[in-house]
């Protein structure tokens, strides 16, 4: 394809997502309980335009470009997210053509169809925009560009900081790019990154100090939590068996380009799917943590497969946020599923709020991830009489009952209240919030 070519896969890619996001972008911020912690912190930095963190290590040049858009809403904050990611897929597309992928449109569409990718899309979360920038920082790369290479990574770190272990892949692109002058090219790209990256995180560490990563993990997920996390995950089954299609054809060297010029990058993607999957095993908290790998995933199989079966496993991928595969056929895919519980969620979340606002006994609720949901909906400081809190120890169960105070639980808390703090709940003789759902239900209004 030419430019007109490219033009109409933008054009196609628009509406893609448009149609395919378009009902999710009103529908709170997202289920990951982060989501509202970002909401909450860019109604803080709106109102104050201090800069708010809005959990540890800090995402500041994402949590600034929510600020904002605030007072948007979640249609504006979740629309920046799907912007960011046709940003990722029109790179991304640009970087397999450049590097002699045919079917790059296809590649490009693959890339954000990811099941993990795909739910991100519409959510206010930091992943697809790093995720722009680390394929700007590949793209920039196999144009010999360090300096661009190294402010896209920069603007990536700002995004989500351990987006900077791209620095391996990019700098062997480089590396092989620019022959000559090899060694200035990766310490330009690394240390532009460094400084476009520090000055994001300067009002975080001024805030935080030096001790502002986290490195204590307070929860590591059991073996086969684990492997779910590593491929279901981030995949769906739809796209685990494209991959294993993919693996099967790679390891019995069939349908590989025996004499492409882009095996000499073989080593980069391939460095670059091992050091975000190693940053995965030491935090393993979320398949979302894997997105940074997915591109480089895509980009061996681009350039080592024929092109046939890279299109067939592109439109495996394509397909694998709306279809899975079960024991008696297919069903709704990762894509659909995640808009239904974020349905549920904001149904949820108007159900407590209306709960809130009604109550007269002096009561707390335990809220646990709930928390930040209810902390951006606007409605934690509405009543006196109900105090939300996040999760309790027997130490402060105890002085509540003293004091007289009525004790609930949001659903889904009891568990990790007895995870994290060992105190069952439910045993204790808290009782579920009476939540009072409305009789109709459409997506929620805007709530600054």
């Given at each position: 394809m030419q430019n007109s070519g490219l033009m109409a896969f933008l054009a196609v890619l628009v509406v893609a997502l448009l149609l395919s996001h378009y009902p999710a972008l009103r529908l709170g911020y997202g289920v990951d309980p982060d989501s509202w912690r970002v909401a909450a912190a860019a109604r803080d930095m709106a109102a104050t335009h201090t800069y708010t963190v809005s959990r540890l290590p800090g995402n500041p040049l994402h949590e600034m470009g929510c600020a904002l858009l605030f007072r948007g809403g979640p249609v504006a904050l979740n629309g920046?997210?799907?912007?960011?990611?046709?940003l990722a897929a029109w790179l991304f597309a640009l970087?397999?053509?450049?590097?002699?992928?045919?079917?790059?449109?296809?590649?490009g569409l693959a890339l954000?169809?990811?099941?993990?990718?795909?739910v991100a899309a519409s959510c206010t979360i930091d992943y697809n925009w790093a995720l722009a920038f680390i394929v700007g920082a590949v793209y920039a790369a196999t144009l010999g560009s360090p300096v661009l290479a190294g402010v896209s990574l920069g603007l990536a770190t700002g995004c989500r900081i351990t987006s900077y272990a791209a620095v391996l892949p990019v700098a062997m692109v480089l590396w092989?790019?620019?022959p000559a002058r090899r060694l200035r090219a990766v310490l330009i790209m690394a240390v532009s990154g460094i400084l476009i990256a520090a000055l994001w995180f300067a009002p975080v560490?001024?805030?935080?100090?030096?001790?502002?990563?986290?490195?204590?993990?307070?929860?590591?997920?059991?073996?086969?939590?684990?492997?779910?996390f590593t491929f279901l995950g981030p995949w769906g089954r739809l796209g685990v068996l494209a991959l294993m299609l993919?693996?099967?054809?790679?390891v019995f060297q069939r349908g590989v380009r025996p004499s492409a010029s882009q095996d000499g990058f073989s080593s980069a993607w391939l460095a670059g799917i091992l050091v975000f999957h190693l940053l995965f095993i030491r935090l393993p908290l979320e398949p979302s943590y894997l997105i940074?790998?997915?591109?480089?995933?895509?980009?061996?199989?681009?350039?080592?497969l024929a092109p046939a079966l890279f299109a067939l496993v592109s439109v495996l991928l394509c397909l694998s946020p709306f279809l899975t595969v079960g024991a008696h056929g297919f069903?709704?895919?990762?894509?659909?599923?995640?808009?239904?519980e974020r349905v549920e969620q904001v149904k949820t979340v108007d159900a407590i709020r209306l709960s809130a606002s009604a109550a007269t006994v002096p009561s707390v609720v335990v809220a646990g991830e709930w928390l930040p949901v209810c902390d951006a909906g606007g409605f934690l400081a509405t009543n006196e009489a109900v105090e939300f809190v996040y999760l309790v120890d027997a130490r402060q169960f105890g002085a509540l009952r003293h004091a007289g105070k009525r004790v609930y639980y949001l659903p889904d808390v009891p568990a990790a209240n007895l995870r994290q703090t060992g105190l069952d709940l439910q045993a204790s003789g808290a009782s579920p919030f009476p939540l009072q759902f409305a009789a109709k239900h459409g997506p929620s209004p805007r709530r600054n």
């Open positions: 920046a997210s799907l912007a960011f990611t046709a970087l397999l053509r450049q590097l002699g992928v045919r079917y790059y449109a296809l590649g954000v169809s990811v099941p993990v990718v795909f092989r790019q620019l560490i001024a805030a935080h100090g030096w001790g502002f990563i986290p490195l204590h993990v307070a929860w590591r997920p059991p073996l086969p939590v684990l492997l779910r993919a693996g099967g054809v790679l940074p790998a997915i591109p480089f995933v895509l980009l061996f199989l681009g350039t080592r069903h709704p895919g990762p894509g659909v599923q995640a808009r239904r």
